[in-house]
């Protein structure tokens, strides 16, 4: 069973800070995705990775398939950006599911 | 603007009733999830669907969920009887997936249904 973890499980920032949240996993996956959920309770999808970097405005995740870890940043933080990060794998064997991290509480200041 | 849509956003109803909760995929996507968020579990993979067919139902109490896809615009999810353990927000996504392999790169969310059970 995969075990999909994140860290940390909270955090607090003031607006403009360099943000990092991580996530590591425990088996082969195809695909490892990072979404956003905010206080309203929907649920965005911000990337798909297979492998290397990729960046979306102010968004960046990176991936680590050896070392299995993945990173979600965020510059120039902002308290729009407050919200619960989730990271969730596509195992190589599970065709399409999503195995899900519990999350990351983002809350940014002003 | 192609999204998932579920339907009812808010449902509170009482133990022992009958809930249905209704999704319809993003136009052209074969792959359908339902998907349970609670704040103890987190998100959980209840079933999915693939041209309608049911793959994966082992996350899904059998006595009294139940999940159909009566056509490929329509997937559905049932309590009978509902418990005040199944509130939670349910979240329906889409995706196509051609040769056991995924088309779409991004994993399509609903915003969900609320439900609570009194």
């Known amino acids: 069973k995969n075990e999909v973890e994140q860290s940390p499980q909270n955090l607090t920032a003031q607006e403009g800070e360099f943000i990092t949240i991580n996530c590591s996993y425990s088996?082969?996956?195809?695909?490892l995705h990072w979404l956003q959920q905010h206080p309203g309770g929907g649920i965005v999808s911000l990337f798909m990775?297979?492998?290397g970097k990729k960046k979306h405005g102010r968004l960046i995740a990176t991936i680590n398939i050896q070392e299995k870890h993945s990173s979600l940043h965020i510059t120039a933080s902002h308290p729009r950006d407050s919200a619960v990060y989730i990271c969730?794998?596509?195992?190589?064997?599970?065709?399409?599911?999503?195995?899900f991290g519990e999350g990351t509480q983002l809350t940014v200041n002003p | 603007d192609a999204r998932v849509t579920q339907t009812p956003r808010h449902k509170v109803t009482e133990m022992g009733q009958e809930v249905t909760m209704r999704c319809q995929p993003i136009?052209?996507?074969?792959?359908v999830f339902w998907y349970r968020q609670t704040m103890m579990q987190g998100l959980e993979l209840l079933a999915y669907?693939?041209?309608?067919?049911?793959?994966?139902d082992s996350g899904m109490p059998k006595d009294r969920f139940s999940a159909e896809m009566p056509d490929a615009t329509l997937a559905t999810l049932k309590i009978q009887p509902s418990e005040p353990r199944d509130s939670a927000v349910y979240f329906c996504?889409?995706?196509?997936?051609?040769?056991?392999?995924?088309?779409?790169?991004?994993?399509?969310f609903g915003q969900g249904t609320r439900l609570t059970v009194v």
């Open positions: 996504a889409s995706g196509l997936v051609l040769d056991g392999q995924s088309v779409t790169a991004e994993a399509f």
């Open positions: 088996v082969g996956i195809s695909a």
């Open positions: 990775l297979s492998s």
């Open positions: 969730a794998v596509k195992e190589e064997t599970s065709g399409s599911r999503l195995t």
């Open positions: 136009l052209g996507h074969n792959t």
């Open positions: 669907f693939r041209n309608r067919a049911p793959l994966d």
